[in-house]
């Protein structure tokens, strides 16, 4: 008898986690068409094809789902990180490399600017706003090191990279690593130029 419950027990806490995935996935589809402020409960329910109830048994508020959001987009699409760089010494190879995998992510990630325009809307999404900024900063600091600039300097390199850049040089018809390859070309000759402020 014990081992009957066990194995009922197993397949319902097998089911509860798949149902809890259907439910991730669903508020990452919608925040990925609509945004997050657009979103509601209910839709999520629809989305992912179970009552209600359900999703708020697992997810007992909308932040809460919302980061289970956030944890699921970074194992989907990790954020590049140092090791990206390692064995290349060359400037432009180093700026090159890491502008193709910010651009990739950003490619992985195409709500990422609904979600962003969101934050102020919805402030628990900030803290993730604010950890890719640090990222990219972070890497761009590690890529520019050769040329000893001051964190000013790395910041606008950083933000050379960023989204609206990306969805700029998109729109003007570039592939990502045309539009890697072209910004790289605008970091590197700044730098190279003396870096002015």
Not at 49 to 68: L, Q
Not at 103 to 123: A, M, T, Y
Request: hydrophobic fraction near 40%; charged fraction near 25%; glycine fraction near 8%.
């Amino acid at each position: 008898m014990k081992r009957t419950r066990g194995y009922r027990l197993g397949r319902r806490g097998e089911a509860a986690q798949e149902t809890r995935q259907r439910i991730v996935e669903a508020t990452f589809a919608l925040h990925e068409r609509q945004g997050v402020a657009a979103t509601s409960m209910k839709q999520i329910a629809e989305e992912a094809g179970v009552s209600v109830g359900s999703v708020y048994h697992h997810f007992p508020t909308y932040e809460d789902a919302i980061n289970a959001c956030g944890q699921h987009t970074m194992t989907i699409a990790p954020v590049p990180t140092p090791d990206l760089l390692e064995g290349i010494t060359a400037l432009r190879a180093r700026v090159e490399q890491l502008a193709v995998a910010v651009f990739e992510w950003f490619e992985r990630v195409p709500g990422f600017g609904l979600v962003r325009s969101d934050q102020d809307k919805v402030p628990v999404l900030k803290p993730f706003m604010e950890a890719e900024e640090n990222n990219r900063l972070g890497l761009m600091q590690l890529a520019l090191q050769s040329a000893e600039l001051n964190e000013r300097q790395c910041r606008v390199a950083a933000s050379l990279l960023d989204f609206e850049v990306y969805q700029g040089l998109r729109r003007a018809g570039l592939a990502p690593q045309e539009a890697a390859h072209q910004i790289t070309t605008v970091i590197v000759g700044w730098v190279e130029n003396g870096a002015r402020e």
